[in-house]
Structures are given as C-alpha cells and as structure tokens.
C-alpha cells in the first residue's frame, strides 16, 4: 500500500506563502500533497508592480530595507532585476537637498531651520532605535516623545538666547512645528501608525532594516514573487478561493485530516493534515470583529473565522498589535506642466485655526509629507498618505482628487501651477483580502505578540505524552509574525521559510537550505 502523503494548504500566494510553497518544495520534491489557494486571480498579495503614463510604478512594497545580508537583494541581484534601461520608480534615490515650503508659497530657510530641524528628528528617532529613549510609563508612544524631544530642543535654545525671528507672517515655532511635522508624516507612511502616539516607543529597539541603502527593484517587485512562484509545479497555486472558515481540532484527530477549510462560493470544503495561514492581519482582526470594513463603506464581513476560536493568547495577540493603512498616490502631470518638478517637501500649518492656512487644501492632503516625481524628470508625482487621510483617499472620485492636488500644488508653488492630467492611487484599506496594509507595534501591545503570532496551534503543551511533536494543525505566516522585520517582505519572506522549516523538521526531514 502506498502511504498517504501529508497535506499541506498554503492560504494566501503573497510572500509569505509562496516562500513557504517554494521552500517546501524544493526540498522535498513530492513529499507533501501541497496546494496554495489563493482568494485573488494573482500572485504577489501586497506585491503588485504595475504601469502608469509610461512608467512602472508599485502599488504596494516598494523598498529593499537595506542590502546587506537581505535575502530579497540576493534574489533580485541572481535575476538581474536591479537594473533596467528604463528608468523606475525612486531610481535615484532621495535627494539630500529636497525644496522645504511653507503653506502659502514660502520657501523654508534650509540652514536656519529645515537643517537643525532634521538632525533634530533624526537624533530622537536614533535614540529609540538603539534603546536608549526614555519611556513614559503614563504616554509612552513615539509621537509623546518626539515632542518632548522637541520641546527640550526649544527650551534649551532659549536659555542659550537663541533662536531669533520667523519669515514673514510665520513664527520660527510655527516653521519648526511644521518642518517636524513633515518627518513625523513620514514615519506615519513608514509604520503605517495613523497616529505616532499609538506607536510603542520601547518596540522601536526591536525592529531591524539591513544595512546598507535602500533600494528600489528596476524590473519591479513582481518579479522576486513570479520567480518563487516559478519553481512550483503547474496546478499547485489555485485562484479564486477565498477562505471563509476554518475547522481544525484542538485535541488532535479529525476525519481526512485534522483541518477543513471553507470557502466562499460553491467550492467543496478542503481537508489538510497541515495548514500555513498568511493571510494579513487585518483580516485576522476582522475575522475577531474588530475590522475597520464598515466605516470604510465596505459590507461587513467576517474576514477569515477559527471553529473552534482561536485560543485566548493568540486572539490577545491580534487584537492588540496594530494594523494601519498606507496608500500612494500617483499623478500624471499634462504636456503643459513644468517638466522638472522639484522633490517637494511641505511644510503644513500644525495651528488649525490659523489664518495662514489655505482654506481650499482638503484635510486629506494637510498630513502629506511631500509631492515629488518618482524620478528625477519623470512627468508622474507620487504623495504618500497613511491613516485616516489614505482611508479617505479610497472613498474620493478621480475629480475630487485631482481638485485637490491643483489646491495643494497651487498653494506650496504658486508660481510655477503644474496641472494634474490623471491619477492612479492604491486602495488598501478597502481591498476586503488586505484591509489595510502592514503592522506595527502598538501601545499595550510588544514584540512578544509578534512571537504570539508565530505559534502554531495546537501550543506545544498540546503534544502527546510519549515526547512526540505535537500535531502541528495550523501555522502562521507573513510580515506580522515576524518580531524584527514586521512590517517589510523580508519579514514575510523569513516567516515563510520559518513556518516550511517548522514542517520539515516535524517530519524530521532535513536537506540544505534552498534559498529560492
């Protein structure tokens, strides 16, 4: 009799699971019965490479975090993909020397302000990156202690009499409150935390980049997904099944395998001996009711359900990380416009009632850190909004959009008016496979939930009395099972390959580690 290979069903073709699939399966050639299904009709998840006005441009991950010792870098430089003779999205990098205005036209003094500032900012963010920062039990998020931070800066440039006047009609508090501002918003788009006071300020320590620059991959971040998805036989990605439930048997057993997955639709209910859960942690938190679908306008939905419910530390750990939205907005200058626009930083009024605000700028723009081409010469501009503003960014008309990048434009460079021919912005938040797009360390959450995150069910303590594994059901991978690169592909990538070698090793199988 031939012995039934172990089934293994990998949810999600993004990352994380086509790294788990490709793992497993070239190491093992047909040990397991594997199949991915996939909700979407492709692969990438929250890669997706795409074309606009001529260019290529990203819709979702955009950067290598650094490339020394990364994984993606390595997968990218084998396939040649970091160079192209096109030009590509943030081809160039960032500019040192970026035109900082003010509201209303003015240009920022760059030494006076914009530099002092800066290094301001970037010290602080250092200081919680290496651990050092002083945590405020009573507020302690990132946002209470960057300002803080800016307040000792002021208070001690008093004392010393220094700091003099403003420009114009502007104070020199006001510029600095905006000049910080503009690097808080970039963090905001970094974490995907709507809010830097709902950032945990003793995780920051915790999370890693690789060294080295960051990048953007030439031929696209398509390509490093299409090449895992290479290596797996035809038939084994299948498309069009969103799951809805999942049974599975905490005390073992289960007939044709412990775990049954449900799917929307007509589809027959799919067992598994083993299954990989990657999807995102918006549809986790979603499946626990705790989803932000109904103010976003969408029905709501269940996300994906555990029959029986996920145990008490695994639904503790998902409902207190944090789970934020980050969109891009893309902008098709017409023939007419100034060619050569410049890497725009904007420096908002942080005073709502002011009167040096431009009543016309909608909210949704007024936490933007900055319009710039996505390389130098390109007619396409890209704004990246996060929190609230990239959730009310889903839910405007084209039109609506555009009337507010002329109001935008028209008041940082009044004198130059570029005209805005058409968008394309991305839609995260209300994408019911995603709902939202990457995690972060919240407030009364820690890098321990990440590891929460990462335990398969049944716990450990569920394993038989003879020292036999326990019967590993279901297993979790994707970037917010990943304690120091969360939030990134590489974290995705290291879950994948984590949660394949977790399997391996179950069955005690062991070959050199394939990379990709």
């Known amino acids: 009799m031939v012995a039934k290979k172990p089934r293994i069903v990998i949810v999600g073709a993004g990352m994380a699971g086509l790294t788990a699939a490709h793992r497993l399966y070239t190491s093992t050639g047909d040990l397991f019965d594997l199949c991915v299904v996939e909700a979407s009709d492709r692969i990438g998840g929250r890669i997706l490479t795409a074309e606009f006005a001529g260019d290529r441009v990203e819709m979702g991950a955009t950067w290598i975090h650094g490339i020394g010792g990364s994984p993606i870098y390595a997968m990218a430089q084998d396939l040649q993909a970091l160079a192209d003779p096109r030009p590509w999205e943030r081809m160039d990098g960032f500019p040192t020397d970026p035109l900082t205005v003010a509201e209303g036209g003015a240009v920022v003094d760059p030494s006076r302000v914009v530099a002092p500032v800066t290094a301001l900012y970037r010290r602080l963010m250092d200081s919680a990156r290496a651990g050092d920062a002083p945590v405020d039990p009573k507020d302690p998020g990132v946002g209470s202690f960057l300002r803080r931070g800016l307040e000792r800066y002021r208070a001690s440039r008093s004392d010393a009499g220094g700091g003099g006047g403003g420009e114009g009609d502007w104070?020199?508090?006001?510029?600095?409150?905006?000049?910080?501002?503009?690097?808080?918003?970039?963090?905001?788009?970094?974490?995907?935390?709507?809010?830097?006071?709902?950032?945990?300020?003793?995780?920051?320590?915790?999370?890693?980049?690789?060294?080295g620059d960051q990048i953007t991959i030439a031929k696209g971040y398509s390509r490093i997904v299409q090449t895992l998805a290479a290596a797996i036989p035809p038939g084994v990605i299948r498309f069009g099944r969103r799951?809805?439930?999942?049974?599975?048997?905490?005390?073992?057993?289960?007939?044709?395998?412990?775990?049954?997955?449900?799917?929307?639709?007509?589809?027959?209910?799919?067992?598994?001996?083993?299954?990989?859960?990657?999807?995102?942690?918006?549809?986790l938190k979603a499946g626990m009711g705790l989803g932000k679908e109904v103010c976003l306008g969408l029905p709501p939905g269940p996300g994906v359900v555990f029959s029986p419910a996920l145990p008490d530390f695994k639904r503790g750990a998902i409902g207190r990380l944090g789970f934020g939205v980050v969109n891009k907005l893309f902008m098709e200058m017409d023939d007419d416009s100034q060619r050569f626009f410049p890497f725009l930083q904007m420096a908002f009024d942080q005073a709502e009632s002011s009167a040096r605000h431009v009543a016309k700028i909608p909210r949704w723009m007024r936490r933007t850190h900055s319009i710039c081409p996505i390389y130098g010469g390109s007619r396409v501009l890209l704004a990246w909004l996060a929190g609230e503003e990239a959730m009310e960014l889903e839910l405007l008309s084209d039109e609506e959009i555009i009337r507010g990048a002329h109001a935008t434009l028209d008041a940082f460079l009044p004198t130059v008016h570029p005209r805005i021919a058409r968008v394309k912005r991305t839609g995260w938040a209300r994408d019911p496979l995603f709902l939202g797009s990457y995690s972060y360390v919240a407030v009364g959450s820690s890098g321990d939930d990440l590891d929460l995150m990462a335990e398969p069910l049944p716990r450990e303590s569920g394993g038989g009395g003879d020292g036999a594994p326990p019967p590993l059901q279901i297993l979790f991978a994707g970037e917010a099972t990943h304690r120091t690169h969360y939030s990134t592909t590489h974290g995705a990538y290291f879950s994948g390959i984590r949660e394949a070698n977790r399997l391996l090793q179950h069955y005690r199988y062991t070959s050199s580690f394939v990379q990709y």
Not at 197 to 202: G, I, N, S, T
Not at 261 to 278: C, K, Q, S, W
């Open 171 to 211: 104070t020199l508090e006001a510029l600095e409150d905006a000049v910080f501002a503009i690097h808080e918003n970039t963090e905001r788009t970094c974490t995907s935390a709507d809010d830097l006071r709902w950032l945990d300020l003793a995780a920051e320590s915790e999370y890693r980049d690789f060294p």
């Open 243 to 283: 799951l809805r439930r999942v049974e599975w048997c905490p005390d073992g057993g289960g007939s044709g395998g412990p775990v049954r997955l449900h799917f929307e639709g007509d589809y027959t209910p799919m067992a598994a001996d083993h299954v990989i859960v990657t999807v995102s942690l918006g549809v």
